[in-house]
């Protein structure tokens, strides 16, 4: 991962020679509250309907008290991060030298429907006091800091469907910088409000019939899903020291901008292919050492579509297996790349690819190997998991073997 840029050699600029581990996992979504769980949902049966995280109980991490303090969507990142850690083991570490990058959409958007409806209804002075701190997308990153006792930056990036593999990115580097020697990072997305709903069935982003198909040539849009992932990044030879557990490295990211349209992207994918190369770049890998695409894939039929351009103009007649999470899951819009991160860690150490749910035909149009119908084991190497988010911000992280 480099830490300084050369402007006139784009291969030049210094590396860090601190490598970042993932040593924690932890994951709340449909599929339940455990990495286990969310890994045999992966490679089971897909569920129906809107994805929400029905079966997530609070109460193992807050207080009735605290209950009306946290918007679901901070809730999700404070049980995620917390069973991150307690997946991480034990970490000592100088709190001043751990911190807190975060990911989120739109924060906390059921308190803000709430308590809008509650000032037309029954008037302003009958909103919460606590409507700020509720419906904030920092509150998530600051809950998390202020629980675990971490002094070191804590910040959130809002940008889309990017935010968490721009949050992961992010934090990586201040492990790789020498600024901190643990992070907590992901994001978390509580957005399945009758307004937000509403918005984007209107735009028509939605499915028609709620079944999310990736890639498929009967793809009609996406499906909405909601929960959290959290990984525990650690310096590798602090980690190594405390004979840590160690999923992945991570070995490079890349972040750009289409500037073309607020929710279409650049067409041919062009925008996705140069964000894919700044990944491999910072990691200093060509592409014939991506051996699996975490893809976006969203269910949309231009993202779809500009994707698989872009991978084709990335990696040429290499017929990487690509798998979209999201038949499972859902969108979970800006925690999309935080669960799809957990996955990419558990395919990493697994070298088992799920399919990508729902998915019967491609898309005559789209010329990748996307893994349908059964799991396929991976061969090893890196994986590239790629998220791409309605303002045209792209960003990418590859994830790569702990042994190496």
């Known amino acids: 991962m480099r830490i300084s840029w050369d402007p006139l050699d784009p291969h030049g600029g210094i590396r860090s020679k601190r490598r970042v581990a993932v040593v924690g996992l932890g994951v709340v979504s449909c599929l339940g509250t455990s990495k286990e769980d969310f890994w045999e949902g992966l490679l089971g049966p897909s569920p129906t309907g809107i994805r929400a995280a029905t079966n997530f109980d609070p109460s193992p991490w ?10 679901r969507y901070n809730q999700f990142g404070v049980a995620a991060a917390d069973l991150a850690l ?24 059921e308190s803000l429907e709430a308590q809008v409806i509650v000032a037309h209804e029954r008037g302003p002075s009958r909103v919460t006091p606590f409507l700020v701190p509720l419906m904030m997308a920092n509150a998530g990153a600051a809950s998390i800091a202020m629980r675990f006792g971490y002094q070191g930056p804590c910040e959130t990036t809002v940008t889309a469907c990017a935010a968490s593999n721009q949050a992961i990115a992010n934090a990586a580097r201040l492990i790789a910088n020498g600024r ?30 709620y079944t999310s198909r990736p890639f498929d040539k009967d793809r009609d849009g996406f499906v909405p899903g909601e929960g959290s992932g959290v990984l525990v990044l650690e310096e590798l030879e602090h980690a190594k020291a405390r004979g840590a557990h160690i999923y992945a490295i991570i070995e490079g990211t890349g972040s750009n901008e289409d500037a073309h349209h607020i929710t279409a992207p650049l067409p041919g994918g062009v925008g996705a292919a140069r964000c894919m190369r700044l990944a491999l770049d910072d990691a200093d890998l060509e ?16 993202n779809d579509l500009a994707e698989s351009q872009a991978i084709i103009s990335v990696f040429g ?29 558990l395919t990493m150490e697994t070298r088992t690819i ?29 994986i590239l998991s790629n998220s791409f988010g309605f303002g045209g911000h792209n960003s990418c992280v590859i994830f790569g073997p702990p042994d190496r």
């Open 62 to 71: 807050l207080t009735p008290k605290e209950l009306r303090r946290y918007d």
């Open 86 to 109: 307690q997946d991480a083991g034990t970490i000592e570490v100088d709190p001043a030298r751990a911190g807190v990058w975060m990911g989120t959409g739109v924060g906390g958007l």
């Open 287 to 302: 592409p014939d050492a991506i051996t699996h695409i975490n893809a976006h894939g969203t269910s949309t039929p231009l």
């Open 180 to 209: 901190c020697d643990v992070m907590l990072t992901g994001g978390a997305e509580a957005a399945i409000t009758p307004a937000a709903t509403a918005g984007f069935n209107n735009m028509t982003a939605l499915s028609a019939s």
């Open 317 to 345: 007649d290499r017929r990487l297996p690509t798998t979209s999470v999201k038949g499972t899951l859902g969108h979970g819009l800006g925690a999309a790349g935080a669960l799809e991160a957990v996955a990419a860690c």
């Open 354 to 382: 799920p399919i990508t749910a729902n998915t019967k035909e491609i898309d005559p149009d789209i010329h990748i190997d996307v893994v349908i119908n059964e799991p396929r084991t991976m061969e090893p190497g890196y």
